[in-house]
C-alpha cells in the first residue's frame, strides 16, 4: 500500500484524536523553535520541549513499562549499532562523492554535539528518552489503535521525518527517516518503549561520543 495511501486512511480514522493532532503542531514548532529560530540557546530550549512533550505523551496516553527480554535486548542494542554503521557509510559517501551536503553535517554536528557535562546530562536523560515517549510511546501508539501495525510503522515514520522539515536540514530529514523506522518497527513489534530508548542511546553513543563522524 503506497504510503500516501497509508497516511489517508490512518488520519482518516483519527478524527476525534483532537491531542493528537494538537500534540504534533506543538512538536513541528519546537522542533523549528530549537533548530531554526533559537530564541534561546539549543541546549536549553531542546530538553525543555522534550520535557513538555514527554508530558503530553503522560497526559493523553497510558504506558506500559515492560521489563525487556534479554533477545529484545540484544536487538535494541543491535539496532543502535546497525544505524551508527549505516549512518557512517551515508557520511563516507559524501566525502567520496564530494557532495555539498558535508558543509551542513558540520553545521549540524556544531549544534547537536554536547560539548558540556550538563549536555551530556539532558541528551540521555530527557532529550533521547523524551523523543521515543513522545514518537513511539504516543504518537505511534495512538496510530496502533487505528491501523495495522505496519501501517502505524511507517505512517509513525513518515510524521517524524515530516517534523524535521522544519529544522530546514535534509541530513535530519534523512536521519529522521532512517532512524525512525528502525525504532518505529522495534516499538510495534514488541510494544515495549525501553527497546527504541535503548537503540536510541546506543545510536546516538556512537554518533556524538565514541566515534563521531566528525
Same mark, same amino acid.
Given at each position: 500500500?503506497?504510503?500516501? @495511501?497509508? $497516511?489517508?486512511? &490512518?488520519?482518516?480514522?483519527?478524527?476525534?484524536?483532537?491531542?493528537?493532532? #494538537?500534540?504534533?503542531?506543538?512538536?513541528? #514548532? /519546537?522542533?523549528?523553535?530549537?533548530?531554526?529560530?533559537?530564541?534561546?540557546? $539549543?541546549?536549553?530550549?531542546?530538553?525543555? =520541549?522534550? #520535557?513538555? @512533550?514527554?508530558?503530553? =505523551? !503522560?497526559?493523553?496516553?497510558?504506558?506500559?513499562?515492560?521489563? +525487556?527480554?534479554?533477545?529484545? $535486548?540484544?536487538? *535494541?542494542?543491535?539496532?543502535?549499532?546497525?544505524?551508527? &554503521?549505516?549512518?557512517?557509510?551515508?557520511?563516507?559517501?559524501?566525502?567520496?562523492?564530494?557532495? +555539498?551536503?558535508?558543509?551542513?553535517?558540520?553545521?549540524?554536528?556544531?549544534?547537536? %554535539?554536547?560539548?558540556?557535562? /550538563?549536555? $551530556?546530562?539532558?541528551?540521555?536523560?530527557?532529550?533521547?528518552?523524551?523523543?521515543?515517549?513522545?514518537?513511539? &510511546?504516543?504518537?505511534?501508539?495512538?496510530?496502533?489503535?487505528?491501523?495495522?501495525?505496519? %501501517? *502505524?510503522?511507517?505512517?509513525?515514520?513518515?510524521?517524524?521525518? *515530516?517534523?524535521?522539515?522544519?529544522? &530546514?536540514?535534509?541530513?535530519?530529514?534523512?536521519?529522521?527517516?532512517?532512524?525512525? @523506522? *528502525?525504532?518505529?518497527?522495534?516499538?510495534? %513489534?514488541?510494544?515495549?518503549?525501553?527497546?527504541?530508548? @535503548?537503540?536510541?542511546?546506543?545510536?546516538?553513543?556512537?554518533?556524538?561520543?565514541? !566515534?563521531?563522524?566528525?
Amino acid at each position: 500500500m503506497p504510503p500516501t @495511501l497509508i $497516511f489517508m486512511i &490512518g488520519l482518516k480514522n483519527m478524527k476525534k484524536n483532537t491531542d493528537f493532532y #494538537l500534540s504534533l503542531l506543538i512538536a513541528f #514548532l /519546537l522542533l523549528f523553535s530549537s533548530f531554526s529560530w533559537q530564541p534561546i540557546d $539549543f541546549w536549553v530550549l531542546f530538553p525543555l =520541549s522534550l #520535557l513538555l @512533550l514527554i508530558g503530553w =505523551s !503522560f497526559i493523553f496516553e497510558q504506558h506500559e513499562l515492560k521489563r +525487556p527480554t534479554f533477545s529484545h $535486548f540484544i536487538y *535494541a542494542v543491535g539496532s543502535g549499532i546497525f544505524l551508527y &554503521g549505516l549512518f557512517a557509510i551515508g557520511k563516507w559517501l559524501l566525502t567520496f562523492l564530494n557532495l +555539498p551536503l558535508l558543509d551542513e553535517l558540520e553545521s549540524l554536528y556544531n549544534v547537536v %554535539q554536547p560539548t558540556e557535562p /550538563l549536555h $551530556f546530562l539532558w541528551l540521555f536523560l530527557i532529550i533521547i528518552p523524551g523523543e521515543e515517549w513522545f514518537w513511539r &510511546g504516543y504518537v505511534v501508539k495512538r496510530l496502533m489503535k487505528h491501523v495495522s501495525n505496519i %501501517q *502505524a510503522t511507517i505512517l509513525g515514520t513518515l510524521l517524524y521525518a *515530516a517534523a524535521h522539515l522544519v529544522t &530546514g536540514s535534509i541530513l535530519l530529514v534523512l536521519a529522521a527517516l532512517f532512524a525512525g @523506522l *528502525a525504532w518505529s518497527f522495534l516499538y510495534t %513489534q514488541t510494544r515495549n518503549i525501553w527497546l527504541p530508548i @535503548l537503540s536510541h542511546l546506543v545510536f546516538n553513543l556512537f554518533l556524538l561520543i565514541l !566515534f563521531p563522524l566528525l
